[in-house]
C-alpha cells in the first residue's frame, strides 16, 4: 500500500493544528505529561513514513520515548469517550455540516493469534475466510468529507472468555456480537448521549441482521438508510380496503417489477469530476421478515429502494429507510456517502495508521483509533483534503494559553462541479 508523504510546510500547518487539538479534544486526561505523549503520538501518525508502529513514531534508539509511548497508548487507563465526543461536537460546530452518521467496515488482517479480538473468521468484505480483527467506524459525513468518530472492535465469541479478557485487559461489559449489533449500539450510546444532532444512520447489513437493526434505531426514532441484499424477502401490499396480501417476495423481485417508474438522477461520483446516470425506484413495504420471527412493524413506514447502473439489465443494489418524505434522488446521495466515506478512509485515515496498531490490550486498540481518528481530522483540517491547497493559506494560530482567542478550525469550502447544488439541502 502506497502511503501519502505530505509536503514539509504542510505538516509543519498540521503539528501547529495539532497543539490547538490536543487543547480541545484532550481535556479530560488529567496529567500535562500524558497530553504531551499524545502530542507526540499524533505527530507521530501524521509525519511518520511507513507503517504507524509504536516503535517507528518513537525513532531509532528512543528506547525511552519507545516505552513512554507503549505505557501511555496500552496501559494509561485514561477514558477514550469524551476525547471521541469532543471531536465529533467540533466537527459538528466546524467542519462542513454533516448529513449522516456513516458506518464503516474495518478488515485488519493478522498473522497471528494474540492481537485483542483476532481469530478466523468469515468477512463479507473479502467474501472468504481469513484471519482478522474486525472494527467497525462512524463517521460524521458530507459530500465533502467524512471524519471517523467512533469505533467499535468486535470481540469473536473465545474472546469473552475469563482467560482471553484478562490477558487483553477487556472490560466485563463487553460482549461477543455481530460487526453490525457492535455498530448499532455505537450508534445508539452517542444518539443518547453526545449531544449531537440527529442525522440519518446510512450502514449495511446483512438479512438476519437486518430486523433487529430496525428495531434498534426505531426505538430512538433514529433515521436510517440501510444497504441490503437483493434476496431480502420484503412484505408488501394488502394496506387499502380493495387489496390483497400482504405478499411476501425478494427485494430484487419487488424493485425490477416496478421498473416501468424508474426515475432518472444525474450525480457525480465522490472523488471524480464524470457524470454518472443511476435509474431509481421505490417500492412501501410492510416489514423485513427475519429467519425466526417477524420483525415488530415500525412506528414509521418503510421504504424499499432500488438502483439500476447505466448498463445494468438488472437492479443491482437495494436500501431500505424510515425517511419517506425526501425524494428518491435525495435519498441515493444520502446512501452513496459510503463511497465519500471510503475515498477518505483510503486517502487519509489509513495512511495516518488506522489499521497499524500490534499491540495485544483492548484499551491500547482503542486509544490508538482514537488517536488516529484526531490525526485524519487534523490533516483533513490542516490541508483542505486529500492534497495540499496550492493557494496560501494563513496558518492556524497557535494556542497561546487560557483565555487567548482561538480561531475554529474549519475546513475550507470545496469549490461546487458546475451544475452540482450543495448537497446539505438535500435533508434537514
Not at 76 to 99: G, I
Not at 106 to 125: C, H, L, N, T, Y
Not at 207 to 221: C, H, R, S
Not at 387 to 410: I, L, M
Request: glycine letters at 8%.
Amino acid at each position: 500500500m502506497v502511503r501519502a508523504v505530505l509536503p514539509e510546510d504542510s505538516t509543519r500547518e498540521i503539528s501547529e493544528l495539532i497543539d490547538d487539538l490536543i487543547s480541545l479534544f484532550f481535556e479530560s486526561l488529567p496529567r500535562r505529561d500524558q497530553r504531551n505523549w499524545a502530542r507526540v503520538y499524533l505527530n507521530g501518525l501524521v509525519r511518520t513514513t511507513g507503517k504507524k508502529t509504536i516503535r517507528n513514531i518513537a525513532g531509532t534508539g528512543a528506547s525511552s520515548v519507545e516505552q513512554s509511548l507503549q505505557q501511555f497508548i496500552s496501559k494509561s487507563p485514561w477514558d477514550w469517550t469524551p476525547v471521541r465526543r469532543s471531536l465529533a461536537q467540533h466537527l459538528e460546530r466546524t467542519a462542513q455540516r454533516p448529513l449522516a452518521w456513516v458506518v464503516q467496515p474495518m478488515v485488519i488482517e493478522k498473522a497471528g493469534d494474540r492481537s485483542v479480538g483476532v481469530g478466523r473468521q468469515f468477512v463479507p468484505q473479502l467474501g472468504r475466510t481469513a484471519n482478522c480483527q474486525q472494527a467497525s467506524g462512524i463517521w460524521l459525513a458530507s459530500s465533502e468529507a467524512g471524519f471517523p468518530v467512533e469505533w467499535t472492535l468486535t470481540l469473536p465469541a473465545p474472546w469473552t472468555s475469563e482467560l482471553l479478557r484478562r490477558r487483553a485487559g477487556i472490560p466485563d461489559t463487553a460482549r461477543s456480537l455481530t460487526p453490525a449489533q457492535d455498530a448499532v449500539h455505537a450508534v445508539q450510546r452517542m444518539a443518547a448521549t453526545w449531544q449531537l444532532q440527529r442525522r440519518p444512520v446510512v450502514m449495511e447489513v446483512s438479512n438476519t441482521d437486518l430486523p433487529q437493526t430496525i428495531d434498534a434505531f426505531a426505538l430512538q426514532d433514529i433515521p436510517f438508510v440501510l444497504k441490503v441484499d437483493g434476496s431480502l424477502p420484503v412484505s408488501f401490499g394488502g394496506t387499502g380496503r380493495h387489496k390483497p396480501g400482504p405478499y411476501t417476495a425478494p427485494a430484487r423481485e419487488l424493485i425490477d417489477s416496478l421498473r416501468s417508474q424508474r426515475r432518472v438522477v444525474e450525480w457525480t461520483r465522490h472523488g471524480r469530476t464524470e457524470g454518472a446516470v443511476t435509474l431509481l425506484t421505490s417500492a412501501a413495504i410492510l416489514a423485513t421478515p427475519g429467519e425466526e420471527r417477524p420483525a415488530p412493524a415500525p412506528p414509521a413506514p418503510l421504504l424499499l429502494m432500488g438502483a439500476w447502473t447505466e448498463t445494468s439489465l438488472l437492479p443491482s443494489e437495494f436500501w431500505i429507510t424510515n425517511i419517506g418524505d425526501r425524494p428518491l434522488a435525495q435519498l441515493f446521495l444520502l446512501a452513496k456517502l459510503t463511497d465519500r466515506v471510503a475515498l477518505d478512509f483510503a486517502e487519509t485515515c489509513e495512511p495516518v495508521g488506522i489499521r497499524d496498531f500490534e499491540g495485544r490490550s483492548f484499551r491500547g486498540w482503542h486509544h490508538h483509533a482514537t488517536l488516529a481518528s484526531v490525526a485524519h481530522a487534523a490533516r483533513l483540517l490542516g490541508t483542505g483534503g486529500r492534497t495540499p491547497d496550492p493557494v496560501p493559506r494563513s496558518a492556524p494560530a497557535r494556542y497561546q494559553g487560557p483565555g487567548a482567542p482561538r480561531p475554529p478550525a474549519v475546513l475550507p469550502p470545496r469549490p461546487l462541479i458546475p451544475g452540482q447544488s450543495a448537497r446539505r439541502a438535500y435533508i434537514r
